[in-house]
Protein backbone atom coordinates (compact mmCIF):
# COMPACT_ATOMS: atom_id res chain seq x y z
CA UNK A 1 0.00 0.00 0.00
CA UNK A 2 1.24 3.37 -1.18
CA UNK A 3 1.99 5.90 1.58
CA UNK A 4 1.27 9.70 1.13
CA UNK A 5 3.95 10.52 3.40
CA UNK A 6 6.75 8.87 5.46
CA UNK A 7 6.77 5.84 7.82
CA UNK A 8 9.76 5.84 10.09
CA UNK A 9 10.85 3.41 13.01
CA UNK A 10 12.24 5.66 15.37
CA UNK A 11 14.42 4.44 18.55
CA UNK A 12 12.92 5.79 21.76
CA UNK A 13 15.43 6.92 24.31
CA UNK A 14 15.60 5.27 26.90
CA UNK A 15 13.57 2.58 25.93
CA UNK A 16 14.80 -1.15 24.75
CA UNK A 17 12.06 -1.10 21.94
CA UNK A 18 11.25 1.50 18.99
CA UNK A 19 8.72 4.30 18.34
CA UNK A 20 6.53 3.65 15.33
CA UNK A 21 5.96 7.11 13.55
CA UNK A 22 3.61 7.18 10.98
CA UNK A 23 2.54 10.95 8.43
CA UNK A 24 0.30 11.93 6.09
CA UNK A 25 1.13 15.23 4.45
CA UNK A 26 -0.87 13.87 1.63
CA UNK A 27 1.59 15.88 -0.74
CA UNK A 28 2.34 12.83 -3.21
CA UNK A 29 -1.90 12.48 -3.99
CA UNK A 30 -3.19 13.76 -6.86
CA UNK A 31 -5.19 17.34 -6.00
CA UNK A 32 -9.04 16.32 -6.67
CA UNK A 33 -8.99 12.55 -5.80
CA UNK A 34 -9.27 10.30 -2.66
CA UNK A 35 -5.61 10.48 -1.11
CA UNK A 36 -3.93 6.90 -1.07
CA UNK A 37 -3.78 4.48 1.78
CA UNK A 38 -7.27 5.28 3.46
CA UNK A 39 -10.36 3.70 3.73
CA UNK A 40 -14.00 5.64 4.46
CA UNK A 41 -16.84 5.27 6.04
CA UNK A 42 -19.81 6.48 7.64
CA UNK A 43 -21.43 6.43 11.02
CA UNK A 44 -25.20 7.20 11.30
CA UNK A 45 -27.15 8.42 8.43
CA UNK A 46 -26.88 10.39 5.58
CA UNK A 47 -24.33 10.90 2.61
CA UNK A 48 -21.09 9.02 3.16
CA UNK A 49 -19.06 12.37 2.88
CA UNK A 50 -16.54 13.00 -0.10
CA UNK A 51 -13.20 12.81 0.69
CA UNK A 52 -11.05 14.45 -1.62
CA UNK A 53 -7.12 16.06 -1.61
CA UNK A 54 -6.66 19.63 -2.50
CA UNK A 55 -4.42 22.25 -3.17
CA UNK A 56 -4.41 25.05 -1.10
CA UNK A 57 -2.40 28.35 -0.54
CA UNK A 58 -2.20 27.75 3.69
CA UNK A 59 -1.20 24.42 3.79
CA UNK A 60 0.21 23.99 7.06
CA UNK A 61 3.60 22.02 5.16
CA UNK A 62 3.84 21.29 1.32
CA UNK A 63 0.63 22.29 -1.06
CA UNK A 64 -1.77 19.71 -0.76
CA UNK A 65 -4.86 18.78 2.08
CA UNK A 66 -7.18 16.29 2.76
CA UNK A 67 -11.03 17.75 2.86
CA UNK A 68 -13.97 16.58 3.41
CA UNK A 69 -16.25 18.02 1.19
CA UNK A 70 -19.97 17.65 1.22
CA UNK A 71 -22.04 19.36 3.38
CA UNK A 72 -24.82 17.23 4.04
CA UNK A 73 -27.09 18.32 7.04
CA UNK A 74 -28.38 15.19 8.47
CA UNK A 75 -27.11 15.60 12.09
CA UNK A 76 -26.42 12.27 13.12
CA UNK A 77 -23.64 12.02 10.73
CA UNK A 78 -20.40 11.08 10.66
CA UNK A 79 -17.95 10.89 8.03
CA UNK A 80 -14.75 8.96 8.38
CA UNK A 81 -11.43 8.79 6.85
CA UNK A 82 -9.09 6.13 8.68
CA UNK A 83 -6.09 4.03 8.00
CA UNK A 84 -3.17 2.08 9.82
CA UNK A 85 -1.19 0.60 11.32
CA UNK A 86 -3.27 -0.62 14.18
CA UNK A 87 -2.18 1.30 17.29
CA UNK A 88 -3.23 1.23 21.02
CA UNK A 89 -0.74 3.44 23.02
CA UNK A 90 0.22 6.31 20.95
CA UNK A 91 0.47 10.03 20.76
CA UNK A 92 -2.42 11.38 17.65
CA UNK A 93 -2.03 14.51 15.84
CA UNK A 94 -3.38 16.64 12.99
CA UNK A 95 -3.88 19.96 11.47
CA UNK A 96 -7.48 20.97 10.50
CA UNK A 97 -9.03 24.01 9.65
CA UNK A 98 -13.10 24.57 9.73
CA UNK A 99 -13.96 25.77 6.20
CA UNK A 100 -17.68 26.17 6.21
CA UNK A 101 -21.39 24.51 7.99
CA UNK A 102 -24.55 25.73 9.22
CA UNK A 103 -24.96 23.05 11.91
CA UNK A 104 -21.74 22.34 12.63
CA UNK A 105 -18.18 22.79 12.16
CA UNK A 106 -16.56 19.99 13.82
CA UNK A 107 -13.40 18.44 12.87
CA UNK A 108 -12.33 15.25 14.64
CA UNK A 109 -9.55 12.59 14.74
CA UNK A 110 -10.47 9.25 15.94
CA UNK A 111 -8.32 6.27 17.15
CA UNK A 112 -8.66 2.22 18.72
CA UNK A 113 -10.85 1.87 16.04
CA UNK A 114 -12.62 -1.31 14.86
CA UNK A 115 -15.21 -0.47 12.55
CA UNK A 116 -17.56 2.46 11.54
CA UNK A 117 -19.54 2.19 14.66
CA UNK A 118 -16.56 1.55 17.86
CA UNK A 119 -13.71 4.05 18.19
CA UNK A 120 -12.95 6.96 20.14
CA UNK A 121 -13.36 10.30 18.74
CA UNK A 122 -12.23 13.71 20.04
CA UNK A 123 -13.98 16.69 18.25
CA UNK A 124 -13.07 20.75 18.22
CA UNK A 125 -16.17 22.86 16.68
CA UNK A 126 -16.28 26.24 15.92
CA UNK A 127 -19.47 27.09 16.10
CA UNK A 128 -19.73 25.63 19.51
CA UNK A 129 -16.24 26.71 20.55
CA UNK A 130 -15.67 23.28 22.72
CA UNK A 131 -14.03 20.31 22.24
CA UNK A 132 -15.53 16.86 23.32
CA UNK A 133 -14.22 13.59 24.06
CA UNK A 134 -16.51 10.59 23.13
CA UNK A 135 -16.96 6.94 22.83
CA UNK A 136 -18.88 5.16 19.92
CA UNK A 137 -20.06 2.08 20.96
CA UNK A 138 -22.29 -0.07 18.35
CA UNK A 139 -22.83 3.40 16.28
CA UNK A 140 -24.05 5.07 19.34
CA UNK A 141 -22.01 8.27 20.49
CA UNK A 142 -21.18 9.29 24.59
CA UNK A 143 -19.49 12.09 25.39
CA UNK A 144 -17.51 11.29 28.89
CA UNK A 145 -15.14 14.25 28.92
CA UNK A 146 -15.48 18.38 27.46
CA UNK A 147 -13.80 21.94 27.78
CA UNK A 148 -14.98 25.03 26.60
CA UNK A 149 -12.91 27.79 24.93
CA UNK A 150 -12.25 29.15 21.52
CA UNK A 151 -12.00 27.31 18.14
CA UNK A 152 -12.16 29.99 15.43
CA UNK A 153 -13.48 29.16 12.33
CA UNK A 154 -11.43 29.88 8.58
CA UNK A 155 -8.07 29.02 10.49
CA UNK A 156 -5.54 26.05 11.31
CA UNK A 157 -5.78 24.17 14.73
CA UNK A 158 -3.66 21.28 16.18
CA UNK A 159 -5.85 18.99 17.45
CA UNK A 160 -4.21 16.10 19.44
CA UNK A 161 -4.37 12.92 21.59
CA UNK A 162 -1.85 10.44 23.77
CA UNK A 163 -3.56 7.39 25.22
CA UNK A 164 -1.93 5.11 27.11
CA UNK A 165 -3.42 2.13 28.62
CA UNK A 166 -6.45 4.11 29.94
CA UNK A 167 -5.43 7.67 30.62
CA UNK A 168 -6.93 9.67 27.97
CA UNK A 169 -5.14 13.11 27.19
CA UNK A 170 -6.87 16.01 24.99
CA UNK A 171 -4.05 18.98 23.18
CA UNK A 172 -5.89 22.26 21.56
CA UNK A 173 -2.97 24.11 19.45
CA UNK A 174 -0.59 22.52 22.21
CA UNK A 175 -2.41 23.34 25.35
CA UNK A 176 -4.52 20.07 27.57
CA UNK A 177 -7.77 20.64 28.35
CA UNK A 178 -8.88 17.37 28.83
CA UNK A 179 -7.28 14.50 31.01
CA UNK A 180 -9.24 11.71 31.46
CA UNK A 181 -9.78 8.14 32.07
CA UNK A 182 -11.71 5.14 30.32
CA UNK A 183 -11.66 1.63 29.66
CA UNK A 184 -14.34 0.98 26.64
CA UNK A 185 -11.63 0.16 23.91
CA UNK A 186 -8.37 -1.87 25.02
CA UNK A 187 -7.01 -3.09 22.53
CA UNK A 188 -5.05 -1.78 19.46
CA UNK A 189 -6.91 -0.23 16.22
CA UNK A 190 -6.95 1.94 13.25
CA UNK A 191 -6.79 5.98 13.23
CA UNK A 192 -7.91 9.05 11.22
CA UNK A 193 -9.69 12.12 10.52
CA UNK A 194 -13.59 12.83 11.54
CA UNK A 195 -16.90 14.88 10.76
CA UNK A 196 -19.73 15.96 11.37
CA UNK A 197 -23.06 16.43 9.86
CA UNK A 198 -22.79 19.48 6.86
CA UNK A 199 -18.83 20.52 8.64
CA UNK A 200 -16.76 21.30 5.55
CA UNK A 201 -13.27 21.10 7.17
CA UNK A 202 -9.30 20.76 5.83
CA UNK A 203 -6.87 18.35 7.39
CA UNK A 204 -3.41 18.14 6.84
CA UNK A 205 0.14 16.18 8.54
CA UNK A 206 -1.65 13.42 10.67
CA UNK A 207 0.43 12.03 12.77
CA UNK A 208 0.77 9.00 14.80
CA UNK A 209 3.19 8.01 17.00
CA UNK A 210 3.23 4.47 19.23
CA UNK A 211 3.62 5.15 22.83
Known amino acids: MKRVAMTALIAAAGFAGEKQMTTFNFDSDMPGRPPNGFEFALTGKGKPGKWIVQA????????????????????YRFPIA???PELKDLRLSVKCK???????????????????????????????????????VKGRRDRFAGWNGKVASGVWHELAVEMVGN???????GAKVID???????DAGKFGVWTKADSIIQFDDLTATSK
Open 56 to 75: VDDAPSGKNVLAQTDGDETD
Open 82 to 84: YTG
Open 98 to 136: PIAGKGDQGCGIVWRLKDKDNYYITRANALEDNVHLYHV
Open 167 to 173: HIQVFLN
Open 180 to 186: EHDDTFK
